[in-house]
């Protein structure tokens, strides 16, 4: 790829010298991606419209950003929050996990390793502990307790994680998520009803994830729909601890963001125990959710753990 050349920074490896080529292409890529995957044809031409701007603007984007951050990025046409951070993310990072999870190539553990102090060990327990993907969710758990709950962390090394993220994303700290900056639980538990069920019935589009698939086979199917502003994406967890319990087929990680933010992510699972024992739930979410089944008339077939086809 040409314009790249990483640069260390605090002991942190960024890419800060891509050109708006390359970054255009990435834009290109996925949009050509969500359209294969039947995406909404606004989501994909928005893609597309911001590659067009990136290709024509006179300064350099990473100048930009270095500057102004996403911030700068967002006041160009075409460009909303979300893609703005998307760019960011490529910049400082020198990847796009977004794009990664689209063509099946997205490795979790490789991508926490390259903040110092995680090695391949430790990156495998945050995974599988956390369930977590991206820097954004990492620097998340380190502020809200989680991560220095994973056996070898601990408070000091937490801090220092989360300080090396603070460094490399290059921006505030992060706050504890609220509900009202996600979808509501109904709407979770909603696509994750739409995404089984046609999962079921073989009518998504499949894609070949890197890990745990050494045939290549396109197996995992990847649903990209729409509720409201927020655009979501299921597909099943290919996880390590998913594969060990036998959950690839029923466990559904939902990723979701809206024009104006960055994406993250839920966890659907079958309760196993108490009072929601054979319902689906959001991981995390769980009190809402029984909320939502004790209140007549507010339960779906969303939330319940059969799918019939």
Same mark, same amino acid.
């Given at each position: 790829?040409?314009?790249?050349?990483?640069?260390?920074?605090?002991?942190?490896?960024?890419?800060?010298?891509?050109?708006?080529? !390359?970054?255009?292409?990435? *834009? *290109?890529?996925?949009?050509?991606?969500?359209?294969?995957?039947?995406?909404? +044809? @606004?989501?994909?031409?928005?893609?597309?419209?911001?590659?067009?701007?990136?290709?024509?603007?006179?300064?350099?984007?990473?100048?930009?950003?270095?500057?102004?951050?996403?911030?700068?990025?967002? /006041?160009?046409?075409?460009?909303?929050?979300?893609?703005?951070?998307?760019?960011?993310?490529?910049?400082?990072?020198?990847?796009?996990?977004?794009?990664?999870?689209?063509?099946?190539?997205?490795? +979790?553990?490789?991508? @926490?390793?390259?903040? +110092?102090?995680?090695?391949?060990?430790?990156?495998?327990?945050?995974?599988?502990?956390?369930?977590?993907?991206?820097?954004?969710?990492?620097?998340?758990?380190?502020?809200?307790?989680?991560?220095?709950?994973?056996?070898?962390?601990?408070? $000091?090394?937490?801090?220092?994680?989360? !300080?090396?993220?603070?460094?490399?994303?290059?921006?505030?700290?992060?706050?504890?998520?609220?509900?009202?900056?996600?979808?509501?639980?109904? #709407?979770?538990?909603?696509?994750?009803?739409?995404?089984?069920? %046609?999962?079921?019935?073989? %009518?998504?589009?499949?894609?070949?994830?890197?890990?745990?698939?050494?045939?290549?086979?396109?197996?995992?199917?990847?649903?990209?729909?729409?509720?409201?502003?927020?655009?979501?994406?299921? *597909?099943?967890?290919?996880?390590?601890?998913?594969?060990? *319990?036998?959950?690839?087929?029923?466990?559904?990680?939902?990723? @979701?963001?809206?024009?104006?933010?960055?994406?993250?992510?839920?966890?659907?699972?079958?309760?196993?125990?108490?009072?929601?024992?054979? /319902?689906? #739930? #959001?991981?995390? /979410?769980?009190?809402?959710?029984? %909320?939502?089944?004790?209140?007549?008339?507010?339960? %779906?077939?969303?939330? $319940?753990?059969?799918?019939?086809?």
């Amino acid at each position: 790829m040409t314009g790249l050349r990483p640069r260390a920074y605090a002991g942190i490896t960024t890419m800060q010298n891509w050109d708006n080529q !390359a970054i255009a292409e990435k *834009l *290109l890529e996925i949009a050509d991606l969500l359209e294969q995957q039947n995406a909404n +044809p @606004f989501r994909v031409n928005a893609y597309r419209r911001a590659a067009r701007t990136v290709t024509t603007h006179p300064e350099p984007l990473a100048g930009l950003a270095q500057r102004e951050g996403a911030e700068g990025l967002d /006041r160009l046409p075409t460009i909303g929050r979300s893609i703005a951070l998307a760019i960011e993310e490529m910049l400082r990072t020198g990847r796009w996990q977004q794009l990664e999870r689209l063509r099946g190539t997205l490795d +979790p553990e490789q991508v @926490f390793q390259s903040i +110092p102090g995680i090695g391949p060990e430790l990156a495998r327990r945050i995974h599988e502990s956390l369930e977590i993907e991206s820097l954004a969710e990492l620097e998340q758990s380190a502020h809200d307790g989680q991560l220095e709950q994973v056996s070898g962390v601990g408070p $000091r090394r937490a801090r220092m994680i989360g !300080a090396a993220l603070g460094q490399m994303l290059q921006r505030r700290p992060a706050r504890p998520r609220s509900p009202a900056a996600e979808p509501g639980v109904e #709407v979770l538990l909603d696509v994750d009803r739409e995404y089984r069920e %046609k999962a079921a019935r073989g %009518k998504l589009r499949k894609i070949a994830p890197r890990r745990f698939n050494p045939a290549r086979e396109a197996w995992l199917p990847i649903l990209h729909t729409q509720r409201g502003d927020w655009h979501l994406t299921a *597909l099943f967890s290919n996880t390590a601890r998913a594969h060990d *319990l036998g959950k690839t087929d029923e466990w559904v990680v939902l990723y @979701f963001h809206t024009d104006h933010g960055p994406e993250t992510q839920r966890t659907v699972v079958t309760e196993t125990t108490g009072s929601l024992a054979g /319902r689906r #739930v #959001v991981r995390g /979410r769980e009190s809402e959710c029984a %909320k939502l089944l004790a209140t007549p008339g507010r339960v %779906k077939k969303a939330a $319940r753990s059969s799918v019939r086809v």
